[in-house]
Antibody, heavy 125, light 108 residues
Framework: QAQLVQSGPELKRPGASVKVSCRASGYIFTNYGVSWVRQAPGQGLEWMGWISGYNFETNYAQKFQGRVTMTTDISTETAYMELRSLRPDDTAVYYCARDPITILGVVPPGGFDPWGQGTLVTVSA | DIQMTQSPSSLSASVGDRVTITCRASQSIGGYLNWYQQKPGKAPTLLIF???SLRSGVPSRFSGSRSGTDFTLTISSLQPEDFATYYC??????????FGQGTRVEIK
């Protein structure tokens, strides 16, 4: 069955960058996209952006434009999310999720399924 | 950006109760509305996609419906394993997806 496995927890200083990985298995990677969602402690879900597993197209939430980069490595079926200029309020659990969208603007039926287990990123001096 | 307003933010219910959670979109999103369940310390899991389609393996006591820009998640008979936080999500906008604020379902 489809599965996403994320990299381990990170502790970063303010101003640093973090790169979280998300390795896919059990499905054809290029038939789906990957979305990234974060959740601050005790808070709700916040969509950060999406990358196509098909054509490397990306779509970032305006809030993160200029500070986030999402990439994929087709050979290892791994997606990456890099967030730069970290601040303490970036402390959160970061999730990747399989997204049915492969082409921007074309939305097939389906939701984010499955999700990775989450990666805790702590930003503290 | 499309805003998703979920209500209530929390509710207390008993096992066997019928529970309804509502999500209102700030503009038309067609039927591009999904529902997720999240338990403490765990990743969210998909329950319902495209308004009313039940994900494989999800119990039939969960259902979804729509009236215009108002969407509803109904749990027909609450079970002990259903105590969790529920989120709606729109995937209509090409600008990007947005989630509701969440509804925490607690034991009365």
């Amino acid at each position: 069955q489809a599965q996403l496995v994320q990299s381990g927890p990170e502790l970063k200083r303010p101003g640093a960058s973090v790169k979280v990985s998300c390795r896919a298995s059990g499905y054809i990677f290029t038939n789906y996209g990957v979305s990234w969602v974060r959740q601050a402690p005790g808070q709700g879900l916040e969509w950060m952006g999406w990358i196509s597993g098909y054509n490397f197209e990306t779509n970032y939430a305006q809030k993160f434009q200029g500070r986030v980069t999402m990439t994929t490595d087709i050979s290892t079926e791994t997606a990456y999310m890099e967030l730069r200029s970290l601040r303490p309020d970036d402390t959160a659990v970061y999730y990747c999720a399989r997204d049915p969208i492969t082409i921007l603007g074309v939305v097939p039926p389906g939701g984010f399924d499955p999700w990775g287990q989450g990666t805790l990123v702590t930003v503290s001096a | 950006d499309i805003q998703m307003t979920q209500s209530p933010s929390s509710l207390s219910a008993s096992v066997g109760d019928r529970v309804t959670i509502t999500c209102r979109a700030s503009q038309s999103i067609g039927g591009y509305l999904n529902w997720y369940q999240q338990k403490p310390g765990k990743a969210p899991t998909l329950l319902i996609f495209t308004t009313s389609s039940l994900r494989s393996g999800v119990p039939s006591r969960f259902s979804g419906s729509r009236s215009g820009t108002d969407f509803t998640l109904t749990i027909s008979s609450l079970q002990p394993e259903d105590f969790a936080t529920y989120y709606c999500q729109q995937t209509y906008s090409s600008v990007g997806s947005t989630f509701g604020q969440g509804t925490r379902v607690e034991i009365k």
